[in-house]
Protein backbone atom coordinates (compact mmCIF):
# COMPACT_ATOMS: atom_id res chain seq x y z
CA UNK A 1 0.00 0.00 0.00
CA UNK A 2 1.44 3.01 -0.89
CA UNK A 3 0.03 6.93 0.10
CA UNK A 4 -0.25 9.59 -2.39
CA UNK A 5 0.60 12.77 -1.46
CA UNK A 6 -1.33 15.78 -3.30
CA UNK A 7 -0.06 19.10 -1.33
CA UNK A 8 3.56 19.57 -1.63
CA UNK A 9 4.42 21.14 1.82
CA UNK A 10 2.99 17.81 3.56
CA UNK A 11 5.23 15.65 1.28
CA UNK A 12 7.69 15.01 3.94
CA UNK A 13 5.01 14.70 6.99
CA UNK A 14 3.43 12.30 4.85
CA UNK A 15 6.25 10.05 3.81
CA UNK A 16 7.68 9.81 7.63
CA UNK A 17 4.37 8.61 8.70
CA UNK A 18 4.16 5.91 5.65
CA UNK A 19 7.58 4.90 6.74
CA UNK A 20 6.91 4.91 10.50
CA UNK A 21 3.94 2.78 10.02
CA UNK A 22 5.77 0.29 7.58
CA UNK A 23 8.71 -0.27 10.39
CA UNK A 24 5.67 -0.67 13.14
CA UNK A 25 4.03 -3.23 10.46
CA UNK A 26 4.16 -7.02 11.99
CA UNK A 27 4.77 -9.88 9.42
CA UNK A 28 2.17 -11.58 11.32
CA UNK A 29 -1.20 -12.52 9.87
CA UNK A 30 -2.92 -11.39 13.21
CA UNK A 31 -1.36 -8.95 15.51
CA UNK A 32 -4.72 -7.71 17.03
CA UNK A 33 -5.26 -9.86 20.01
CA UNK A 34 -5.39 -8.57 23.56
CA UNK A 35 -4.25 -10.57 26.33
CA UNK A 36 -6.70 -11.67 28.98
CA UNK A 37 -4.88 -9.91 31.43
CA UNK A 38 -4.29 -6.62 29.63
CA UNK A 39 -6.64 -3.71 31.00
CA UNK A 40 -6.44 -0.59 29.20
CA UNK A 41 -3.43 -1.10 26.91
CA UNK A 42 -1.35 -2.13 29.71
CA UNK A 43 -0.14 -5.36 31.54
CA UNK A 44 0.36 -5.23 34.98
CA UNK A 45 3.27 -7.55 36.18
CA UNK A 46 5.30 -8.68 38.73
CA UNK A 47 8.97 -9.50 37.31
CA UNK A 48 12.17 -10.21 40.05
CA UNK A 49 9.93 -9.13 42.84
CA UNK A 50 9.86 -5.51 40.62
CA UNK A 51 5.83 -4.14 39.49
CA UNK A 52 6.46 -3.57 36.31
CA UNK A 53 3.38 -1.79 33.84
CA UNK A 54 4.10 -3.37 30.18
CA UNK A 55 2.78 -0.66 27.48
CA UNK A 56 0.74 -3.01 25.49
CA UNK A 57 -0.04 -0.79 22.87
CA UNK A 58 3.19 0.21 21.67
CA UNK A 59 3.93 -3.73 21.49
CA UNK A 60 0.64 -4.65 19.62
CA UNK A 61 2.55 -4.94 16.57
CA UNK A 62 5.44 -7.58 18.07
CA UNK A 63 3.01 -10.02 20.23
CA UNK A 64 3.58 -12.82 17.77
CA UNK A 65 7.29 -12.93 18.56
CA UNK A 66 6.36 -15.69 20.95
CA UNK A 67 4.37 -18.70 21.12
CA UNK A 68 3.56 -21.98 22.57
CA UNK A 69 3.47 -25.13 20.82
CA UNK A 70 2.38 -27.20 23.89
CA UNK A 71 4.55 -29.98 25.87
CA UNK A 72 6.55 -32.67 24.83
CA UNK A 73 4.74 -35.62 23.85
CA UNK A 74 7.27 -37.91 25.56
CA UNK A 75 6.33 -36.46 29.11
CA UNK A 76 3.40 -33.89 28.23
CA UNK A 77 5.28 -31.91 31.37
CA UNK A 78 8.30 -29.67 29.18
CA UNK A 79 6.70 -26.48 27.42
CA UNK A 80 7.85 -26.15 24.08
CA UNK A 81 8.08 -22.01 23.32
CA UNK A 82 9.10 -20.64 19.87
CA UNK A 83 10.58 -17.37 19.33
CA UNK A 84 10.14 -15.49 15.98
CA UNK A 85 13.06 -13.28 14.93
CA UNK A 86 11.00 -11.72 11.91
CA UNK A 87 8.59 -10.28 14.14
CA UNK A 88 10.91 -8.41 16.39
CA UNK A 89 10.87 -4.46 16.03
CA UNK A 90 13.19 -2.54 13.18
CA UNK A 91 16.33 -1.33 14.55
CA UNK A 92 15.31 2.04 12.71
CA UNK A 93 12.46 3.03 14.73
CA UNK A 94 12.63 6.10 16.66
CA UNK A 95 11.80 4.52 19.81
CA UNK A 96 13.77 1.15 19.18
CA UNK A 97 15.17 0.60 22.81
CA UNK A 98 12.10 1.35 24.38
CA UNK A 99 9.79 -0.56 22.42
CA UNK A 100 12.77 -3.55 22.76
CA UNK A 101 12.16 -3.18 26.92
CA UNK A 102 8.69 -3.14 26.43
CA UNK A 103 8.84 -6.56 24.22
CA UNK A 104 11.62 -8.38 26.87
CA UNK A 105 9.18 -7.67 29.48
CA UNK A 106 6.05 -9.20 27.78
CA UNK A 107 8.10 -12.32 26.36
CA UNK A 108 8.98 -12.56 30.25
CA UNK A 109 5.96 -12.71 31.53
CA UNK A 110 4.53 -14.99 28.84
CA UNK A 111 6.85 -17.63 29.76
CA UNK A 112 6.81 -16.60 33.41
CA UNK A 113 3.30 -18.13 32.88
CA UNK A 114 3.43 -20.69 30.20
CA UNK A 115 6.22 -22.38 32.18
CA UNK A 116 6.03 -24.47 35.02
CA UNK A 117 8.35 -27.45 34.63
CA UNK A 118 11.00 -27.87 32.42
CA UNK A 119 11.01 -25.91 28.98
CA UNK A 120 12.37 -26.12 25.82
CA UNK A 121 12.88 -22.33 23.56
CA UNK A 122 12.99 -22.83 19.61
CA UNK A 123 14.22 -19.51 18.14
CA UNK A 124 13.23 -19.42 14.67
CA UNK A 125 15.86 -17.07 12.55
CA UNK A 126 14.98 -17.68 8.71
CA UNK A 127 13.92 -14.43 7.31
CA UNK A 128 15.04 -12.18 10.41
CA UNK A 129 17.81 -9.35 8.68
CA UNK A 130 20.04 -7.75 10.29
CA UNK A 131 18.08 -4.44 11.14
CA UNK A 132 15.49 -6.83 13.34
CA UNK A 133 18.17 -8.47 15.19
CA UNK A 134 18.58 -7.44 18.79
CA UNK A 135 22.54 -6.48 19.19
CA UNK A 136 24.74 -8.18 21.74
CA UNK A 137 24.16 -5.66 24.69
CA UNK A 138 20.74 -6.27 24.83
CA UNK A 139 21.26 -10.20 24.68
CA UNK A 140 23.45 -9.61 27.85
CA UNK A 141 20.90 -7.67 29.64
CA UNK A 142 18.24 -10.10 28.85
CA UNK A 143 20.38 -13.17 29.85
CA UNK A 144 20.93 -11.10 33.17
CA UNK A 145 17.19 -10.48 33.82
CA UNK A 146 15.90 -14.10 33.36
CA UNK A 147 15.42 -15.23 36.99
CA UNK A 148 17.25 -18.61 38.56
CA UNK A 149 14.04 -20.79 37.93
CA UNK A 150 13.61 -19.12 34.34
CA UNK A 151 17.25 -20.74 33.92
CA UNK A 152 17.26 -23.61 35.45
CA UNK A 153 14.15 -25.13 33.96
CA UNK A 154 15.38 -24.67 30.07
CA UNK A 155 16.20 -27.99 28.77
CA UNK A 156 17.58 -26.77 25.53
CA UNK A 157 17.50 -24.26 23.18
CA UNK A 158 16.87 -24.62 18.97
CA UNK A 159 18.12 -21.97 16.71
CA UNK A 160 16.20 -22.61 13.64
CA UNK A 161 18.34 -21.42 10.17
CA UNK A 162 21.25 -19.68 12.23
CA UNK A 163 23.44 -17.78 9.85
CA UNK A 164 27.42 -17.54 10.38
CA UNK A 165 26.71 -14.03 11.55
CA UNK A 166 24.60 -15.33 14.47
CA UNK A 167 26.72 -18.26 15.07
CA UNK A 168 29.85 -15.26 15.71
CA UNK A 169 27.53 -13.44 17.89
CA UNK A 170 26.74 -16.55 19.86
CA UNK A 171 30.27 -17.45 20.08
CA UNK A 172 31.18 -14.09 21.21
CA UNK A 173 28.51 -14.19 24.01
CA UNK A 174 29.40 -17.27 25.47
CA UNK A 175 31.39 -15.17 28.42
CA UNK A 176 28.39 -13.76 29.50
CA UNK A 177 26.43 -17.11 29.50
CA UNK A 178 27.08 -20.01 32.08
CA UNK A 179 29.12 -23.10 30.80
CA UNK A 180 25.10 -25.02 31.11
CA UNK A 181 23.40 -22.40 29.07
CA UNK A 182 25.97 -22.39 26.35
CA UNK A 183 25.82 -26.21 25.98
CA UNK A 184 22.15 -26.43 25.38
CA UNK A 185 22.32 -24.20 22.78
CA UNK A 186 21.51 -26.61 19.44
CA UNK A 187 21.90 -25.34 15.97
CA UNK A 188 19.16 -26.47 13.65
CA UNK A 189 19.74 -25.89 9.82
CA UNK A 190 16.24 -27.14 7.96
CA UNK A 191 12.78 -27.59 8.81
CA UNK A 192 13.00 -31.26 7.81
CA UNK A 193 15.38 -31.84 10.49
CA UNK A 194 13.47 -29.75 12.78
CA UNK A 195 10.43 -32.04 12.44
CA UNK A 196 12.94 -34.80 13.66
CA UNK A 197 13.46 -33.39 16.60
CA UNK A 198 9.99 -32.77 17.28
CA UNK A 199 7.83 -35.35 15.54
CA UNK A 200 4.86 -34.93 17.37
CA UNK A 201 4.38 -30.98 18.18
CA UNK A 202 2.50 -28.22 16.00
CA UNK A 203 5.36 -25.16 15.43
CA UNK A 204 3.79 -22.57 13.68
CA UNK A 205 6.01 -21.39 11.36
CA UNK A 206 5.50 -18.35 9.24
CA UNK A 207 5.76 -18.67 5.33
CA UNK A 208 8.79 -16.29 4.92
CA UNK A 209 10.61 -18.80 6.79
CA UNK A 210 8.72 -21.68 5.06
CA UNK A 211 10.44 -19.59 1.88
Not at 10 to 33: C, F, V
Not at 183 to 207: C, D, G, M, W
Request: with cysteine; proline share 4%; hydrophobic share 35%.
Amino acid sequence: MYVRVFVSSNKRIATQSYKEHALLRSTSKDDSGVDSDEVQDVIACVIDNTPINIDAKTITPFKCVISSAGTLQEDHQTAVIAIYGCWLPDHRLREYRYIMDQLFYYVYHKLDKLVTNDYILVYFHGATPKHRTPDLKFLRKCYQMVNFRLRKNLRSVYVVHPTRWLRTVIALSRPFFSNKFYHKINYVYTIAELERQFPNNRLSIPVAIEQ
